[in-house]
């Protein structure tokens, strides 16, 4: 017990690191969701390609000279470097594997979605010859940058990640909310057809939603990065598992409920292994799943389903 | 459609489609009677991509390498040899996959590999129906050959020599009072964690269990349950050592200060000291084989393989060794007549291989139960990005 409560502030650190990185790739996953009602599988492997960017640009760096001093151009110039690559990747993957079904039915979308997961995760394989490529964290971000409080520590590069996550989070949601583009979201993903005659260019909101997930997931990419201190071309799989759970969780199609799910999702994977054998983190997640599925089957933000007459 | 279809059949006569296929079966079996004999084909089993593709890739490179030398030396008495090449992935069903593929290709005639225990393990019995000896350079579970499947052979030390060597390193040369071991499930990671636990126990250091699995990515979770018991030592059982490089960086990233050690797979300085940074420093790696940089006789392979494929890996000489050896046993078996080849003759020369001197610094033979005698255990430790050998001990089962 008392070795317990000595844990639970570091795992709450954990949780809330995993977590945001959850959030934000389900944001991806719900977005696309709520406007086109298809499951953009890919969307997990767009995260991991960011990351092997992120190690490019990182490796870069670190062959021209030290680092340490330059460490803000560096983490700017990778996550740049993740999301042009990710987002022109996610505008390809909509415009090249699913606009030209985009008619056909809800099952030829998914399979073309595997498809471009499918694709993209062996091509990596070839690229980096089925190698770990390990992330030079502490070149950047010295691992004497922490703070211990409560037995808990955090290092410098969760306190980034945590921040970063949040931040971006509240961008979203008042884009959402608050901008015209997230106006022609909502339109869109209320009724397509509706928005269109209301003048709405919906194929294009399409674009922007696959775009700006894409680009959220490779910033996810290169902060998973920094923090496993390791990428490999199977690191997406699991994380869009993760991240497609967060997203029901939270209610899928509803901005506020990714974020939610994820936080919730990442909090109960770290706390549970207080009292499981962390063999069993993920059956910890996927249970929780499974419960809110059972007692809100709509998901924790989102609304009961209005039949259309 | 369909009309063309029915006249195209009816252009084709039945007499002359038996003949056809007559002339063309006497042309094949002509062929195989001829005076070029088929070539030899010695199969290449192990985790060619995938995970561990890095120590797969090194390994068949250093099997190739192996092959392409005794063919310019005229291959088995004139016929030439050749690599089937079976990647499992490291996963043991696809081993099994692997196996019975060799099975079925008449023309080979022993196996180097499967490089992992768990495949291994589930491929023993499809190669002891085969009649196929195996000769593997890593697998190091002890139950692979207390089966009693007389195919199995291995150059290597067996996990229950490895444990007990590196319990007797913990507690005699590290004093280590408090242990905690992490495996990731696999038939290696936690048969080597089993034995190097039972050891300790025995010699009366506290030890304290906790598993990962070979997807993890993320090892806050099991480095946080560590750092509340604040052990001595972290002994890793796992397989991949870049999965070892992650976790070390992870315990740096939660203040974590504590000394590691590993088995024998974790001998790679590639993945696990380039990778884990400078976190790698400082590690004790039990190994199943000298470093043999230090063996004279391995410094022309050396050469040789840097020279065409960049720095060794882990198993490259074992796995050198291990094809070397068995194309030894091709050689005994054929004697004057190449033609004869069986496997069950292959089976016999791998047998009785007696001091057979290779590139490892000693002489290798094999036991009844096809264990490798005469092998020693050494401790290495990471120093300034290189391992130094810092202890030896007999290989012996208790």
Not at chain 2, 94 to 118: H, I, Q, R, T, W
């Amino acid at each position: 017990m008392e070795q317990i409560l000595a844990q639970f502030p570091q795992q709450v650190i954990n949780g809330l690191t995993l977590g945001s990185v959850y959030a934000l790739l389900a944001l991806g996953y719900s977005m696309v969701y709520g406007i086109l009602r298809m499951l953009n599988f890919a969307h997990g492997d767009v995260f991991m390609v960011g990351s092997l960017i992120g190690w490019g640009v990182l490796q870069l760096f670190i062959k021209e000279g030290p680092a340490m001093a330059r460490s803000g151009l560096v983490l700017v110039s990778m996550v740049c470097g993740a999301v042009i690559v990710t987002s022109a990747l996610g505008g390809a993957i909509e415009r090249f594997a699913y606009r030209p079904i985009q008619k056909g039915s809800r099952l030829t979308t998914l399979i073309s979605a595997l498809g471009a997961s499918i694709i993209l995760e062996n091509v990596a394989m070839l690229l980096t010859q089925g190698r770990a490529k390990a992330y030079q964290t502490e070149l950047i971000i010295s691992s004497d940058w922490t703070i211990s409080a409560l037995g808990a520590t955090v290092s410098a590069t969760r306190l980034i990640i945590i921040c970063v996550s949040i931040m971006l989070m509240l961008v979203m949601d008042y884009a959402v909310t608050h901008t015209m583009l997230g106006k022609a979201m909502r339109a869109t993903s209320q009724d397509r057809e509706a928005a269109e005659y209301m003048g709405i260019r919906t194929q294009q909101v399409i674009s922007a939603a696959f775009i700006i997930g894409s680009g959220l997931a490779g910033i996810a990419g290169v902060m998973i990065g920094l923090y496993y201190t390791q990428v490999d071309f199977m690191i997406g799989f699991s994380a869009g598992m993760k991240a497609f759970t967060a997203a029901v969780l939270g209610g899928i199609g509803n901005i506020r409920g990714a974020m939610a799910g994820g936080l919730v999702l990442g909090l109960a994977e770290s706390l549970g292994v207080l009292f499981l054998a962390p063999v069993y983190k993920d059956v910890i997640v996927f249970s929780v799943l499974i419960a809110v599925l059972i007692l809100k089957p709509q998901g924790i933000l989102g609304k009961p389903v209005d039949e259309k007459v | 459609m369909k009309r063309r279809f029915r006249l195209r059949f009816g252009e084709l006569n039945p007499v002359k489609f038996v003949s056809v296929v007559a002339l063309i079966l006497c042309i094949e079996t002509g062929f195989a009677y001829g005076k070029e004999l088929p070539p030899v084909k010695i199969g290449a089993a192990g985790p060619f991509t995938g995970d561990l593709s890095k120590i797969g890739l090194d390994a068949l490179n250093a099997i190739q390498m192996a092959v392409e030398e005794a063919n310019a030396e005229g291959g088995i008495n004139g016929r030439k040899i050749e690599v089937a090449i079976g990647d499992d992935m490291g996963d043991p069903s696809k081993g099994v996959l692997v196996a019975e593929k060799f099975a079925m290709d008449k023309n080979v005639l022993g196996v180097v590999g499967p490089m992992n225990s768990a495949t291994a393990s589930a491929a023993l019995p499809a190669y002891d129906r085969a009649g196929l000896v195996i000769i593997s350079q890593s697998a190091t579970n002890p139950d692979l050959s207390e089966r009693g499947y007389r195919v199995m052979h291995r150059i290597c030390p067996r996990d229950d020599a490895q444990g007990p060597a590196a319990a007797r390193f913990i507690a005699e040369e590290i004093k280590a009072k408090n242990v905690y071991i992490i495996d990731d499930k696999g038939t290696y990671g936690q048969g080597l964690a089993d034995q190097v636990a039972a050891a300790l126990n025995q010699i009366g250091v506290k030890v304290t269990r906790g598993q990962i699995t070979l997807e993890d990515r993320d090892f806050s979770p099991i480095l946080t349950r560590v750092k509340a018991t604040q052990p001595d030592l972290v002994y890793l059982g796992l397989s991949n050592p870049a999965q070892a490089a992650g976790l070390m960086k992870q315990a740096v990233g939660l203040g974590l200060s504590t000394k590691f050690m590993g088995g024998d797979c974790m001998k790679e300085r590639d993945q696990l000291v380039a990778g884990a940074g400078g976190a790698a420093e400082g590690m004790y790696i039990t190994a199943i084989g000298r470093d043999i940089a230090e063996v004279p006789a391995a410094r022309e392979f050396i050469k040789k393989f840097e020279g065409k494929y960049g720095a060794m890996s882990v198993f490259s000489g074992q796995s050198y060794e291990a094809t070397k050896i068995l194309i030894e046993a091709l050689r005994t078996a054929a004697g004057d007549n190449p033609a004869g080849l069986t496997r069950a003759k292959v089976l016999d020369a791998v047998d009785n291989i007696r001091d057979y001197k290779g590139i490892m610094g000693f002489p290798i033979s094999f036991d009844g139960k096809g264990d490798v005698v005469g092998a020693s255990i050494y401790v290495y430790q990471v120093e300034n990005g290189d391992f130094r050998e810092v202890k030896e001990y007999p290989a012996e089962v208790r």
